[in-house]
């Protein structure tokens, strides 16, 4: 099972992101990675194996910045290696994906038809190509993220950057879970409460086919035809 964590807000988001993963380790792992968005650079560190070869990675090459993702991940397409490690970036898009994209050898092909290059063996990095083509075209990082996922089937958790737009995180749900965690002027992303324990416990719960656009301020839910959903926070004891 492949961990997710996401965090905008006024810290310095690497080492809240590692810590955060770190609570994630009993989810079974091969690789991880961090992304951090700072004066329009993304900034990615990699590593094939446990969360200490990731931690030493950023002692040597540290990254800046207040709103970031990161990942453990579990090989399905692709053996595992730095370079399938997430996350993974197309144009201006990255992402980090738990789930598995069904139909990804018949988009691969048809994205290396339109001349996209692929750095990696995994289904995800199709996902970040397809938002990142739309973008691109001037569609807005919402709505992109939202026709993207009307194109593709499967099961999935994702949660995406734009280097053009640091000011919000989009995530997406289905069938696999993901949590948003509330704070004072910052905001948390998850696969799992317990990354977010250390930081708050005020979460809402994405359903399937639920989209969600979140900023330092909070976040909005849409369903899968654009439709506002409203979601209660929940107080975790």
Not at 7 to 19: K, V
Not at 62 to 85: D, K, L, Q, V, Y
Not at 188 to 209: C, H, M, N, Q
């Amino acid at each position: 099972m492949c961990g997710i964590v996401g965090y905008i807000g006024q810290r310095d988001a690497a080492p809240l992101i590692l810590e955060s993963l770190r609570k994630l380790e009993y989810r079974v792992y091969d690789s991880a990675g961090i992304a951090v968005l700072h004066d329009s650079r993304v900034s990615v560190r990699r590593a094939e194996g446990k969360l200490n070869n990731l931690a030493a990675t950023l002692e040597r090459q540290p990254m800046t910045g207040t709103i970031g993702i990161g990942h453990t991940r579990w090989a399905t397409h692709g053996r595992p290696s730095e370079n399938n490690a997430h996350p993974h970036s197309a144009g201006d898009i990255v992402v980090v994906h738990n789930g598995i994209s069904e139909q990804y050898l018949e988009w691969k092909q048809q994205l290396i038809k339109r001349g996209t290059h692929f750095s990696s063996e995994t289904d995800s990095e199709i996902v970040a190509h397809l938002v990142a083509e739309k973008v691109a075209r001037g569609v807005d990082f919402l709505v992109a993220v939202q026709r993207t996922l009307r194109e593709i089937h499967g099961s999935y958790a994702l949660l995406f950057l734009n280097r053009r737009d640091p000011t919000r995180m989009i995530v997406a749900k289905n069938s696999t879970p993901i949590v948003i965690g509330a704070g004072d002027g910052e905001m948390f992303i998850a696969s799992d409460i317990p990354a977010l324990l250390d930081y708050t416990r005020k979460v809402a719960f994405l359903e399937d086919g639920e989209i969600g656009e979140v900023t330092v301020a909070g976040f909005r839910l849409f369903d899968g035809k654009g439709n506002p959903v409203k979601r209660p926070v929940k107080q975790i004891t």
